[in-house]
């Protein structure tokens, strides 16, 4: 389970080698994926937004920054996770998994968002792994990050994290010590 939970945040498309190595991605690589689709279709009504999240968005809305969420699910999944935020109208634009051809920490989904949102060179990525660290550094972009993804501090500084909070609401509440003033 450890090694499961060392990539999450990594796509669908990388974690089965990542975890169990080339063979169980040719033979079992797609029914993997299918299963956990499944299982993950039964439980995603309990996942909700972590404390601060739709303050924060709103607030860097408010700033008038434009706002992109960068995922590689699937639309139906997107279109939850933006409803239960309640931050349909507060994000630009998304991506899901049609956008990309590859997942992190492959940069796909960083470039789709660059380039839903006019590609910024003044642009920022807010994450909470070394998945999403990789994926931006990747694209050329920092990340800010969160302590939410189960990962620690100083792993993630050492992932190359410009930034790293406890929660979002430290995030919010220190805004503007980060680039994303």
Same mark, same amino acid.
Request: proline share 2%; aromatic share 4%.
């Given at each position: 389970? !450890? @090694? +499961?939970?060392?990539?999450?945040?990594?796509?669908?498309?990388? %974690?089965?080698? *990542?975890? $169990?190595?080339? @063979?169980?991605?040719? #033979?079992?690589?797609?029914?993997?994926?299918?299963? /956990? @689709?499944?299982?993950?279709?039964?439980?995603?009504? #309990?996942?909700?937004?972590?404390?601060? $999240?739709?303050?924060?968005?709103?607030?860097?809305?408010?700033?008038?920054?434009?706002?992109?969420?960068? /995922?590689?699910?699937?639309?139906? &999944?997107?279109?939850?996770?933006?409803?239960?935020? #309640? *931050?349909?109208?507060? %994000? &630009?634009? !998304?991506?899901?998994?049609? &956008?990309?051809? @590859?997942?992190?920490?492959?940069?796909?989904?960083?470039?789709? *968002?660059?380039?839903?949102? =006019?590609?910024?060179?003044? $642009? +920022?990525? +807010?994450?909470?792994?070394? !998945? &999403? %660290?990789?994926?931006?550094?990747?694209?050329?972009?920092?990340?800010?990050? +969160?302590?939410? =993804?189960? !990962?620690s501090e100083q792993e993630l500084r050492d992932h190359g994290a410009v930034a790293v909070f406890d929660s979002l609401v430290e995030l919010l509440e220190r805004l503007d010590e980060t680039s994303l003033r």
């Open positions: 389970m !450890w @090694r +499961v939970h060392r990539h999450i945040g990594m796509g669908g498309d990388q %974690i089965v080698t *990542a975890v $169990a190595g080339e @063979r169980a991605e040719r #033979e079992l690589g797609d029914a993997l994926r299918d299963a /956990s @689709r499944e299982e993950f279709a039964k439980l995603r009504d #309990e996942c909700v937004p972590l404390e601060g $999240a739709h303050e924060l968005v709103a607030e860097l809305k408010r700033r008038g920054l434009v706002l992109v969420l960068a /995922s590689s699910s699937n639309a139906d &999944d997107v279109d939850h996770f933006l409803g239960a935020l #309640e *931050a349909r109208d507060l %994000i &630009d634009a !998304w991506t899901t998994s049609d &956008d990309v051809e @590859r997942t992190k920490p492959h940069p796909d989904v960083i470039h789709a *968002a660059l380039e839903k949102a =006019g590609a910024s060179d003044a $642009a +920022v990525m +807010v994450g909470d792994s070394r !998945w &999403d %660290i990789e994926a931006a550094a990747n694209a050329g972009l920092e990340t800010v990050c +969160v302590i939410t =993804g189960g !990962w």
